[in-house]
């Protein structure tokens, strides 16, 4: 018996094993035995690689939007949007309820969005201002003329409302032996 190291051996590709398909039950068993013991060799987490395309993130978002949209609970769609935006709650309900749908296209053009995904949702959103063709026809032209850019800036303004929201409310209260006078009047007690 010759011993043979590593680096001697020529180097060739792993051999698979032949697949033998067993005739009857046996085989069967045999098969689900072997997706069992896959199964057991997937790893717990998902391993380090390509994250998802644009184009996947895209529709991902999409389908979101465009479900809680559907809803009718309007709630439901904001919270969806404060998501895909990385902003506040408070912030995507006063971009929805403003009254108009210029804020709303600037959110959703700042995602990604094509004009007609951007007209389902808005439509879904307002629809009592999609009664016409002259009204669709003004949104897919407003839509168009919107730059990417100029929706980006509206997301970073949003973006910095939020991070300042956030700021203020973690401000630690001022001690009680503080030099700092309190905002209110709680201080000031009759005796």
């Given at each position: 018996l010759?011993?043979?190291s590593?680096?001697?051996a020529?180097?060739s590709?792993?051999?698979?094993?032949?697949?033998?398909?067993?005739p009857?039950p046996?085989?069967?068993?045999?098969?689900?035995?072997?997706d069992?013991?896959?199964?057991?060799?997937m790893?717990?987490?998902?391993l380090?690689?390509?994250?998802?395309?644009e184009?996947?993130?895209?529709?991902?978002?999409?389908?979101r939007?465009?479900?809680?949209?559907l809803?009718g609970?309007p709630?439901f769609?904001?919270?969806?949007l404060?998501?895909?935006?990385?902003i506040?709650?408070?912030?995507?309900r006063?971009i929805?309820m403003?009254?108009?749908?210029?804020?709303l296209?600037a959110?959703?053009?700042s995602?990604?969005l094509?004009?007609?995904?951007?007209?389902l949702i808005?439509?879904?959103?307002?629809?009592?201002?999609?009664?016409?063709?002259?009204?669709?026809r003004?949104?897919?032209?407003?839509?168009?003329l919107m730059?990417h850019?100029?929706?980006?800036?509206m997301?970073r303004?949003?973006?910095a409302?939020?991070?300042?929201?956030?700021?203020l409310?973690?401000?630690?209260?001022?001690?009680v032996n503080?030099?700092?006078?309190?905002?209110?009047?709680?201080?000031?007690?009759?005796?």
């Amino acid at each position: 018996l010759e011993l043979v190291s590593s680096s001697d051996a020529p180097a060739s590709p792993p051999v698979e094993a032949p697949e033998t398909k067993l005739p009857g039950p046996s085989g069967m068993a045999a098969e689900r035995m072997r997706d069992r013991l896959r199964g057991f060799m997937m790893p717990a987490a998902p391993l380090p690689g390509p994250s998802p395309s644009e184009s996947d993130r895209r529709a991902m978002l999409f389908a979101r939007l465009k479900m809680t949209a559907l809803t009718g609970n309007p709630a439901f769609f904001q919270t969806a949007l404060a998501d895909a935006l990385d902003i506040e709650f408070a912030i995507a309900r006063d971009i929805t309820m403003s009254g108009g749908y210029t804020s709303l296209i600037a959110a959703l053009k700042s995602v990604g969005l094509n004009s007609e995904q951007g007209f389902l949702i808005t439509s879904a959103i307002f629809p009592q201002i999609f009664t016409h063709a002259e009204a669709i026809r003004l949104f897919i032209e407003r839509y168009q003329l919107m730059h990417h850019e100029a929706a980006l800036e509206m997301l970073r303004g949003w973006r910095a409302e939020t991070a300042a929201r956030n700021f203020l409310r973690v401000q630690p209260p001022a001690a009680v032996n503080s030099d700092e006078k309190s905002e209110s009047p709680d201080h000031l007690r009759a005796s």
